[in-house]
């Protein structure tokens, strides 16, 4: 089933998450038809800046229009069947694909560094989500250089606007491949390197697909597919332990 966003539960959460709010000016200014993704410079080293206020990370993560250019339904649909399969949300945010995922997935891991985000999802699923998914939606403090996921886990791994972000992507990675189960998935979803009407992440912050492809084979997973073509802004690249 697919989320609606609300705009009225949305505040209703924030409203009880926080004490007091600036009138942030919205994100990404600019004159351009197609949706702008999240303004994700404040998250360079994983962590908000000091400054950032949580309802404007919230902006930033899911900004109007985000559920077409994501398209998150194509996304989840390249797991497969996932029934019976656990699923690592890296750099879960507010939860967008997670709480999507927990009406499809037996279980889904959301992992954050900002205790903020923690909050705000633990929140928001209680609001947004029918009783029978809540259980399946667990959020994970994580730390920089590890997700805090335990060995056989969970069956796939996440990354969705993250991946560019991550220091020392390819010790990372090593650590998700051994958790991984064999056959394990891991799929990582970021802006493509080119010029496109968008204005975050900056072009020089983002990584060409090689890069990504060439960083997985170092760590050891084997690519199963790269598509460059089913996202407007994005690539997705699959590989398997």
Same mark, same amino acid.
């Given at each position: ?52 206020? +949580?309802?404007?990370?919230?902006? %930033? ?6 559920? #077409?250019?994501? @398209? *998150? /339904? ?38 954050? +560094?900002?205790?903020?985000?923690? %909050? ?6 209680? #609001?947004?989500? @029918? *009783? /029978? ?109």
């Amino acid at each position: 089933m697919k989320i609606q966003h609300n705009l009225t539960i949305l505040s209703l959460v924030l409203a009880l998450l926080l004490v007091a709010c600036g009138s942030d000016d919205p994100i990404a200014e600019g004159n351009t038809k197609a949706p702008k993704p999240a303004d994700t410079t404040a998250l360079q080293n994983g962590l908000p800046t000091d400054s950032a206020s +949580l309802q404007n990370l919230l902006r %930033q993560y899911d900004p109007p229009g985000r559920d #077409v250019w994501q @398209k *998150p /339904e194509v996304v989840i649909g390249k797991m497969g069947d996932l029934t019976n399969k656990t699923v690592a949300d890296i750099g879960a945010g507010s939860g967008f694909f997670s709480r999507r995922l927990a009406q499809q997935a037996k279980h889904v891991i959301a992992v954050e +560094l900002d205790p903020r985000f923690i %909050q705000f999802m633990d929140s928001i699923k209680l #609001v947004e989500l @029918k *009783p /029978e998914y809540q259980g399946r939606f667990e959020t994970r403090l994580g730390m920089p250089n590890d997700p805090k996921l335990k060995p056989d886990e969970a069956d796939i791994v996440l990354v969705v606007n993250t991946y560019i972000y991550i220091q020392n992507r390819v010790e990372y990675l090593k650590n998700l491949l051994n958790v991984l189960p064999k056959g394990g998935k891991i799929i990582v979803v970021d802006f493509k390197k080119k010029r496109m009407p968008i204005k975050y992440p900056k072009p020089e912050v983002r990584l060409e697909l090689y890069e990504v492809e060439n960083e997985l084979d170092d760590a050891g997973f084997t690519i199963i597919e790269s598509d460059d073509c089913a996202l407007d802004y994005q690539y997705i690249v699959m590989a398997e332990k």
